[in-house]
């Protein structure tokens, strides 16, 4: 299966993945994670062409989801301009991941793997 290219086909594999391995998790870190692995897969289409491998992993005490592109550049941090849409994507999943690490491949692109908790 092609990796997602949208917030919702990322939602929908993920509510699924998350439904099989984590069926009890609590729905505010449920939530928390579809509004992630939206943002990253959104970013990574809008600012580095597309996503080219989508993963998500159950992790004790929650799930990594590792979202690559073709880009080497980092996610950057902008100012946030009320007046402009947008903006929040970087803040919101640095904001609800427990940890989030970007892995730089030089001719390949770049991983951006963010870990979120899911309580029961």
Known sequence: MPPPQTGDQAREITRGFLRAVRPGA??????????GVSELVTNAVRHAGGVTDFLLE??????????????????????????VPGGFGWLLVRELA?????????????????????RA
């Open 26 to 35: 609590a729905a505010a870190d449920v939530d928390a994670v579809l509004l």
């Open 58 to 83: 159950p992790r004790r005490g929650g799930i990594v989801v590792a979202v690559s592109d073709a880009s080497v550049r980092r996610p950057r941090k902008v100012e946030i301009n009320p007046a």
């Open 98 to 118: 427990s940890e989030v690490i970007v892995t730089l491949s030089p001719g390949r692109g770049k991983t951006v793997r963010a870990a979120f908790p899911l």
